[in-house]
């Protein structure tokens, strides 16, 4: 009972960290309508300057995590004006937005593996034990399920309450009538980055304290993050937010039979499925060919 | 004479990736399927090789089957992906090439996981030898690919890649040319990734990896899509292009990353500014 | 030649085509018209295998083609060209014709003279106008053997010259046999050349006949105006 408890807490907090890279990585889907596949890389970005303010620096705690997620949207910002819009005024296709998103993907690996090292690195931290229900969590653990959650909200309101979010939609939705309608789809392009960059951001810091810090980081949870948000639906946010909890909890209660090397594999069979038999995902949301 | 070993060394790898971009050049350039599965094949084809010979079979039958179980592998792939659409595509063949990774990491009892396969047998003793070997069979391939591209499939296939449904509306069966297209193309990966382990002598599952893919698309789209012509000189220049870097001194520990960052740039600039590369003849929009 | 019965087609919940039915007699000039939305082009993407009825049946010279793939009806005898002209871009005008059949340079020449193509063969799909494009899609079409000739509004954005060669070239195919099936906008065009004229309003047949007698039908009129 322990164990199944245990399983599923672990399912959990996994998920919750994959719903912030995939709610990220289906925003900009859904708005930019290709898949931004070097999120995975500012999320990579936000760890290490994390590691570098808080603990090469020294600086305080709660302004390293402010430096690192002001950078962090910065970074997706640059990406997407010094190459994305570059291709976009080419009018290159979804497909090669993709190679270039990889190969961006690629290069800031690179980047941080020479600037870095490739030793894994650890935030040191005081992270107590508790015990929920007969299974151990972690302080560490339980602000990263609280943190998701309370950001995915906020993010769920930005979506429908503000005028930003309306515009956001709108330009998802169709981004022609949007500009008949005096939304310049430049500018929301720019704060869909901004928002989508913050949330890889605050998952890299995260996953930094909570784990540890490799250079190739950023790839193995991007892949994560966009297997949960093609199963539950690439383009809808809320739908990426559940199938990154599906993932999770799958992932966990998987390597109850498998040998837990696997864990990853799980998520890419799982990618695999879905795109050749429901690339619109559980919630079958499609996205409107450009 | 360490120069001359290093020429050698430096040529042979690049009649292997010769053989791997050519072939590419067919499923991406020629077909317009988005393929990131290559490097899969690329794998497939080292580790078949590797353990067929490391169990005593021949080593050119070993090859053979390298290239064989990577054809089989691009059919299979091939008959449920062909039908999405461009970056669907992509993004399923690279969930190919994780799986295939992630296989060659956990199946211990035959890959021996993350340690490797060491010792696989060399096909000659002398690299000069095997040089004259590697180079004959990337004149071949790039013959083979050339003769495609002349052909009557080759053509269908630029149809296929230009206008599915008008190709379609024209009596071809798209369907059969583009898995035509990635079996052949997969074959030939799986031969180049025979030559390889038989001349690195160590595989890991790092071959699955995403950094050569990289590479791979940066050869192709420099030297242009749809030229077999271009990616035969696009595979030379860029690996031509960072070996300065090793004579200027920098420690070996920034000189593997900065050949990928020299890799995805030029891939990035070339996006952007000269898609077409070289030779290319198709427009990427 | 062609016999279309009682086809269906929906997209949710909403009928492209209903209950059409019709069959084209060889050698004539047969045209479609239609207000938008009418379902013509559907019909069209029905009858070619790109899209898959719900309900009814399509026969080619007596064979049943329903359901049957695209490229399979294509080599059953079908040649058809699309609402936007669908070339093979990054190839010459001369390979987008070689896709059709194989032949020889003078074949294609000659393909092309009877179109009016005004240019060298070995010009890139691409740097054609857009009216140069449709005979180039016409002359593709020509090419490649068929019995029934569909044509998908080819007067759509050319300029009042090439309409005029385009009236020329169907006039020339009818008297060397061919049969052919269009849909077009253009009403002069389409009572100047029809052998018959077949109405459809959402998406069924509302009346068929020869042009004088589509032109007097007030219902025809109803339809496009909207009652």
Redesign the interface.
């Known amino acids: 009972m322990a164990i199944a408890t245990q399983l599923i807490l672990n399912g959990i907090i996994a998920g919750a960290i994959y719903a912030l890279v995939a709610s990220g990585f289906s925003l900009i889907y859904s708005v930019t309508k290709?898949?931004h596949f070097a999120h995975g890389a500012v999320l990579a970005l936000g760890a290490y300057l994390m590691y570098s303010f808080a603990v090469i620096l020294g600086l305080n705690f709660w302004l390293a995590i402010l430096l690192t997620l002001v950078c962090s949207g910065f970074a997706g910002v640059v990406m997407d004006q010094l190459?994305y819009k570059?291709?976009r005024k080419?009018?290159?296709?979804?497909?090669?937005?993709?190679?270039?998103s990889?190969?961006?993907?690629?290069?800031i690996?690179?980047?941080i593996?020479?600037f870095w090292?490739?030793d894994v690195k650890t935030v040191p931290t005081v992270n107590p034990v508790f015990d929920f229900l007969g299974a151990r969590i972690t302080l560490t653990q339980i602000i990263i399920v609280v943190v998701s959650v309370v950001l995915l909200l906020g993010l769920w309101l930005l979506m429908k309450k503000t005028k930003l979010g309306k515009a956001m939609r709108a330009v998802a939705d169709n981004k022609d009538v949007a500009m008949t309608v005096g939304i310049n789809p430049e500018r929301i392009y720019t704060y869909t980055f901004i928002i989508g960059s913050f949330l890889a951001g605050v998952a890299g810091i995260l996953i930094g304290i909570e784990q540890n810090l490799y250079p190739q980081m950023g790839?193995s949870l991007v892949?994560k993050g966009?297997t949960g948000a093609?199963i539950g639906s690439l383009a809808s946010v809320p739908g990426a937010v559940l199938g990154s909890f599906i993932l999770g909890l799958v992932e966990n209660i998987g390597i109850w039979w498998l040998?837990s090397?696997?864990k990853?594999?799980i998520a890419?069979?799982l990618?695999?499925i879905f795109?050749?038999f429901r690339?619109s995902g559980l919630l079958g949301v499609k996205v409107r060919e450009v | 004479m360490a120069f001359i070993n290093y020429l050698i060394h430096l040529a042979i790898l690049i009649g292997i990736y010769s053989i791997l971009t050519v072939s590419l050049n067919l499923a991406v350039g020629f077909t317009g399927l988005l393929n990131m599965g290559h490097v899969g094949f690329f794998g497939i084809g080292a580790y078949t090789s590797a353990l067929l010979s490391l169990a005593g079979f021949p080593i050119w039958l070993s090859i053979l089957c390298g290239g064989l179980l990577a054809m089989i592998s691009g059919l299979l792939l091939a008959l449920p992906t062909t039908r999405l659409k461009g970056d669907y595509l992509a993004l399923a063949t690279l969930g190919f090439t994780f799986i295939m990774g992630s296989v060659a990491r956990n199946w211990t009892d035959v890959t021996r996981g993350a340690l490797g396969i060491p010792g696989i047998p060399k096909i000659v003793k002398g690299n000069p030898e095997f040089l004259v070997i590697v180079l004959i069979i990337a004149a071949i391939t790039y013959f083979v690919f050339w003769k495609i591209s002349k052909s009557r499939f080759g053509k269908t296939c630029e149809a296929i890649r230009d206008d599915e449904l008008a190709a379609k509306m024209l009596g071809k069966d798209t369907f059969k040319h583009k898995i035509a297209a990635l079996g052949i193309s997969a074959f030939f990966a799986g031969i180049g990734g025979a030559l390889f382990a038989h001349y690195i002598t160590f595989i890991d599952p790092s071959i699955f990896g995403i950094g050569d893919l990289i590479l791979l698309f940066s050869m192709l789209i420099v030297g242009g899509l749809a030229s077999v012509k271009g990616s035969a000189i696009g595979t030379i220049i860029l690996f031509l292009l960072p070996e300065p870097l090793r004579f200027i001194g920098f420690p070996s520990s920034i000189l593997g990353p900065m050949r990928e960052i020299i890799f995805a740039l030029i891939l990035l600039l070339i996006l952007i500014y000269r898609p077409k590369g070289f030779f290319g003849r198709v427009d990427l929009a | 030649m062609i016999s279309v019965q009682k086809l269906d087609k929906h997209f949710g919940g909403v009928y492209a085509v209903h209950n059409c039915t019709f069959t084209v007699k060889e050698n004539t000039i047969t045209s479609i018209i239609g207000p938008n939305g009418a379902g013509k082009t559907t019909l069209f993407n029905l009858i070619c295998g790109i899209s898959k009825p719900d309900g009814g049946k399509i026969f080619l010279r007596g064979t049943e083609i329903t359901g049957l793939p695209t490229h399979q009806i294509a080599r059953l005898g079908i040649s058809r060209t699309f609402q936007q002209a669908k070339l093979f871009r990054n190839m010459s005008v001369k390979d987008n014709l070689l896709i059709a059949k194989t032949a020889s340079d003078s074949e294609i020449k000659e393909v092309l003279k009877s179109v009016h193509f005004p240019l060298d063969m070995n010009t890139k799909a691409s740097e054609l106008s857009y009216g140069q494009m449709r005979l180039v899609e016409i002359a593709r079409a020509l090419l490649k053997p068929h019995k029934l000739l569909m044509l998908d509004e080819p007067t759509a954005g050319v300029n009042p010259k090439v309409r005029q060669e385009l009236k020329e070239i169907l006039f020339d195919l009818k008297k060397k046999g061919h049969t052919i099936l269009l849909i077009e906008h253009d009403m002069e065009f389409v009572m100047s050349i029809s052998d018959d004229v077949i109405v459809m309003t959402q998406g069924a047949v509302l009346t068929r006949g020869t042009p004088k007698q589509v032109q007097a039908d007030k219902r025809v009129l109803e339809a496009y105006l909207g009652k």
């Open positions: 290709f898949m190459v570059q291709l080419r009018k290159a296709s979804g497909a090669v937005l993709l190679i270039a990889i190969a961006l993907m690629t290069l690996t690179s980047l593996l020479a090292g490739a790839l892949i966009f093609v040998p090397g696997y990853d594999a890419f069979v990618l695999f795109l050749l690339p």
